[in-house]
């Protein structure tokens, strides 16, 4: 079975691209493969970018082939933004809570149809001796006026789907989980590696 080292320190991120990937490949943390002190900044200006950064640099510690994901939030009426700064939209140090409230202000007097938006994610695959591998996923939608529902997390409850008419804060897991934008980034990984 191949090992694949996750550059995270997130338990539950392993676990969820496991289930994702199936039977046949192990992934470990980084602290599990031993590079639990290693901090990458996201200073990108693109999701590859800050995804390759993180792959590399726990792939050289270790030694061993590494995937990294970097996501964030597109809007449409933003030319992409808030993009690679999504988790720090309304500063430095901002919660959910803050970011949501600053996007719905940004967006207040714009219509319903100009509101398009996509969570984007990028996976980044490094090997040793090997050129880096890049995997995009992407999940449309739309900027809701409020909050709706309080599953998922982030952005989820002002992400509106238009093929189950909710946001992302309203489904269930598992379907928030099949269409998201990871999990297609995922899958892509997945038929990658299984070639
Ligand atoms: P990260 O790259 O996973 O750290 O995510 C960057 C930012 O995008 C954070 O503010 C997350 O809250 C947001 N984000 C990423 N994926 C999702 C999602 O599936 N739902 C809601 N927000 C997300």
Redesign the pocket.
């Known amino acids: 079975m191949k090992t694949y080292v996750l550059a995270s320190k997130n338990q539950h991120?392993a676990e969820e691209i496991k289930e994702i990937l199936g039977k046949g490949f192990e992934i470990i943390t980084q602290t599990e493969a031993g590079a639990g002190d290693i901090d990458v900044v996201?200073d990108g200006t693109t999701?590859e970018e800050?995804a390759a950064k993180k792959a590399l640099a726990i792939m050289e510690a270790t030694g061993k082939p590494t995937i990294a994901?970097?996501?964030?939030?597109c809007v449409d009426y933003l030319g992409g933004a808030p993009g690679v700064y999504?988790?720090?939209?309304a500063g430095e140090n901002a919660d959910?809570e803050a970011?949501i409230a600053k996007l719905l202000e940004v967006l207040k007097d714009v219509p319903k149809m100009e509101r398009g938006a996509k969570?984007v994610?990028v996976i980044a695959l490094a090997e040793p001796g090997k050129e880096i591998k890049y995997f995009r996923g992407e999940?449309s939608g739309r900027i809701t006026d409020k909050k709706y529902g309080d599953g998922?997390?982030?952005?989820?409850p002002i992400?509106f789907t238009e093929e189950y008419g909710k946001t992302?804060g309203e489904l269930e897991a598992h379907i928030?989980n099949a269409i998201?934008?990871?999990s297609a980034a995922l899958k892509k990984l997945q038929k990658y590696l299984a070639e």
């Open positions: 991120k996201e999701f800050n994901d970097d996501s964030g939030l999504t988790a720090r939209y959910n970011n969570f994610c999940c998922g997390f982030g952005y989820d992400f992302m928030k998201s934008h990871r």
